[in-house]
């Protein structure tokens, strides 16, 4: 199985300031036939859901603000929140589609400092 | 919309089995493989299954393979988890979602408590 790694557990960002998240594989989840990364990051906040932000590493779901942004390929990988808001206090995670068996990193706490 | 709606949570004991249901309207589900994920109390997300769209694959975690059967029904909409031999350990919200194969429509999750 692919292990799904992130880094940091948590982190508290000032209202305004940059928070970055990083997600690494275990494996390559880069597709050579389409030059394309299985990778998706999803937001879950308290009681909800997780929600789909972000997949093949860097396309934006419909309706995800522009603050979010996905970045990376191959084994390493970045969610960035240009300018945290109150609303993005949550627990965020990535996750790998290369495989059938599908994997989480452990999830990243992001507060507000 | 897209709506997938989880129920047959409850309380169980160790070693007895539990169906788990999800409800799809709002595409077509016949053409999409769907996903059950599950969260321990306090903990993070846990890959569980997979099931092909027509139901003609199906993959499991380790930590469930043997136990677990995934399954689903096309003429009714629904996708089905049957859980045998539980444990402890399986006590979680369990979530279905529609693969894409990006997991893009999650529902609100069913809770699964095991305990004597």
């Known amino acids: 199985d692919i292990v799904m790694t992130q880094s940091p557990d948590s982190l508290a960002v000032s209202l305004g300031e940059r928070a970055t998240i990083n997600c690494k594989s275990s494996?390559?989840?880069?597709?050579?036939?389409?030059?394309?990364?299985?990778l998706a990051w999803y937001q879950q906040k308290p009681g909800q859901p997780p929600k789909l932000l972000i997949y093949?590493?860097?396309t934006r779901e419909s309706g995800v603000p522009d603050r979010f942004s996905g970045s990376g390929s191959g084994t390493d990988f970045t969610l960035t929140i240009s300018s945290l808001q109150a609303e993005d206090v949550a627990v965020y995670y990535c996750?790998?589609?290369?495989?059938?068996?599908?994997?989480f990193g452990q999830g990243t706490k992001v507060e507000i400092k | 919309q897209v709506q997938v709606v989880e129920s047959g949570g409850g309380v169980v004991q160790p070693g007895r089995s539990l169906r788990l249901s999800c409800a799809a309207s709002?595409?077509?589900?016949?053409?999409?493989?769907m996903h059950w994920v599950r969260q321990a109390p306090g903990k993070g997300l846990e890959w569980v299954a997979v099931?092909?769209?027509?139901?003609?694959?199906?993959y499991y975690a380790d930590s469930v393979k043997g136990r677990f059967t995934i399954s689903r029904d096309n003429s009714k909409n629904t996708l089905y988890l049957q859980m045998n031999s539980l444990r402890a350990e399986d006590t979680a919200v369990y979530y279905c979602?529609?693969?894409?194969?990006?997991?893009?429509?999650w529902g609100q999750g069913t809770l699964v408590t095991v305990s004597s």
């Open positions: 979602a529609k693969d894409l194969p990006w997991l893009d429509y």
């Open positions: 709002g595409f077509t589900f016949s053409t999409h493989g």
């Open positions: 099931i092909s769209y027509d139901g003609g694959s199906k």
């Open positions: 494996q390559s989840v880069l597709y050579g036939s389409n030059n394309k990364n299985y």
């Open positions: 093949w590493a860097s």
């Open positions: 996750q790998q589609y290369y495989t059938t068996l599908r994997t």
